[in-house]
């Protein structure tokens, strides 16, 4: 993918906000448990990053997809992970169904809000009883009248105790299965919906993750996005940009982590040389370069096949699988390499190791994506 001068220019505005608006601060949120989206979503959006692919009719950009690359690319060298997944939550799992299917009205009402950093936005798709098996969800939605009344819990929600509304993956019929579900906006300041509990993480520690309980929740049968019954198939597709972007942050991390460890390598001495004088050292970093290379290029390649129209589902889902397996390794080698210091939380491998292990299992195991690439491969059964 060839990116422009206007690529770079907009690589630059992120990387000032992040290192002038978020990096500075990524330490108090993470003791804090939590940071003010509201705070950093609107820096974000005066330079146009929270809507960059959706219409100018309601606030976006326009542009297409290479700047998500970029931007992805760039919230990944945050110095944690809790703060970008919730940037990647409100831009690239939680609006793009509205984006693509929701009507007009309701996209005056919460995309453009969203897209301007004044509302944030949620996911809510997992449940007590079901996260990998997204047709096992519950959570019901009964029309009366003009509205839907909903009942259930979702859980593991990102941004969930700061979100103004959500894009709720609900059964609105008694089909079972992946029939008979939709999507459904719900503000949370509805009457009879509430944060159950907010849920203690190994990592992450800055983004607010909660189970939300849903009682007789009342919103009209309009905040539907999209079409009733075809939920699971918009919520499918929404998991395509989710594991795009995923990856993109993925790859930038791994390759500053990869830096500073090599930097710290350098400027520490045993047995009279720098650490990073052992050949084993510098093989070790060297075969990770090369793992995040490959990686870095298959992102890119995924980007514009994307851009070009093509279908990603399998480029998205191997993307995924592999930047959990990759950050899994770069995260360990950054600890042990760092010895003593990797191991202790006044440096920032041991933030990375726990961060970083949730990329093979959020958005969808590492399973579940083997499990997509083996139905594709004919193997198995739906
Ligand atoms: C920090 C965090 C943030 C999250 N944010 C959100 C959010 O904003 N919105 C949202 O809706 N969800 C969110 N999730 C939920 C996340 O997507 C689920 O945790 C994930 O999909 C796994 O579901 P589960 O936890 O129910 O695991 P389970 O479905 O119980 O699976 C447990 C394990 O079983 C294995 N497994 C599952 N299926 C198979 C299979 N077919 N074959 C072989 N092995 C299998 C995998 O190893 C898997 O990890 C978040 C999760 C976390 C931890």
Partial sequence: MKLSEEHEQFRKAVRQVVENDINPHVDQWEDAKIFPAKQVFTKLAQIGALGLEYDPEFGGQGADHSYTLVLGEELGR??????????AVQVGMATPALARFGTSELKKAYLEPAMRGEMVAAIGVSEPDAGSDVAGIRTKAVRDGDDWVITGRKMWITNGTQADWICLLARTSDEGGYAGMSQILVPTATPGFSVGRKIEKMGNWSSDTAE?????????VSNTIGE????????????QDER?????????????ALDKTKDYLQ??????KPLLANQYLQYRLAE??????????FC??????????????RMATVAKLKAGRVQREVADACVQFHGGMGYAEEMWPARYFRDTRL?????????????VIALLEGMGKK
């Fill in 359 to 371: 990329t093979s299992i959020g958005g969808g195991a590492d399973e579940v994506m083997l499990r």
């Fill in 78 to 87: 945050i110095d944690c992970a809790g703060v970008p997944m919730a940037i």
């Fill in 212 to 220: 939300l309980v849903f009682d007789e929740v009342r919103v009209p």
């Fill in 300 to 313: 890119r390649t995924c980007a514009q096949t994307y851009l070009d129209g093509g279908d990603v589902t």
């Fill in 228 to 239: 009733v019954g075809r939920g699971f198939q918009q919520q499918m597709a929404q998991f």
């Fill in 267 to 272: 400027q520490r001495d045993a047995f009279g």
């Fill in 244 to 256: 795009l972007i995923g990856a993109y942050m993925a790859v930038a991390s791994m390759r500053k």
């Fill in 288 to 297: 990770l370069y090369a793992d995040v290379d490959v990686l870095e290029a």
